[in-house]
């Protein structure tokens, strides 16, 4: 894809360490507006720190970190802004347990944001219907499957109008028959240019909806490519030998 603009997201030079544990090694990494860049890897080899450190979840050693031209700010109201422009989606869906599927939805713009409940309400519906939940509006979180509350999950996050959406493996703790109906939501949301970031095991999802595969080992991107000629041709052994494990099976 072709993009003029300045990337969105950029990392360069990144490194993180948990105690003696160097889990990102000068991780340089540009995602473009409207880009889908899916982090695949063995477990522990850095993917879901990467993706925790782009909106300061996780902060980070050395390096710098710029997401629409400015760099991530430590603390504070800006890093609360910056928060609210990137959103986020995790493995476990963090709902609410007292609040309605429409509240915990609609929660954010009107705390954090300051919006009003009237025109916050409206936005989470179209949402709710977007992500084919609408009916469920009013239940609460301990009602629906999990594939039901992830997709909740991606409405609450899109419901602050966010520049870009990480996800960090949001589909690992879900049953298989559900596991489907959370990355159809994905794919529509790629198709409609929203740039994201996802760190996932599904390879299916990789293939048909990244612009671009990034492969991590031991804290590093090894590789990356357009997935048809990464699926087709991975150029280091540690890819070659990862694909060969999972796509045999």
Known sequence: MTTTSEPLIVLEGVNKHFGPLH????VDLSVARGEVVVVIGPSGSG?????????????????????DGRPLPAEGKSLARLRSEVGMVFQS?????????????????VKVRKEKPAAVRDRAMGLLERVGIASQAEKFPAQLSGG???????ARALAMQPKALLFDEPTSALDPEMVGEVLDVMTSLAREGM????????????????????????????????PEEFFANPRSDRAKDFLSKILTH
């Open 148 to 154: 039901q509350q992830q997709r909740v999950a991606i």
């Open 195 to 226: 740039t994201m970031v996802v760190v996932t095991h599904e390879m299916g999802f990789a293939r048909h909806a990244a612009n671009r595969v990034v492969f991590m080992a031991d804290g590093q991107l090894v590789e990356q490519a357009e």
């Open 93 to 109: 869906f963090n709902l609410f347990a007292h609040k309605t599927i429409l509240q915990n939805v609609m929660l954010g713009p």
């Open 23 to 26: 889990v990102l090694r000068d």
């Open 47 to 67: 993917k879901s720190t990467l993706c925790r450190a782009i909106n300061r979840l996780e902060p980070i050693d050395a390096g710098t970190i710029t997401f």
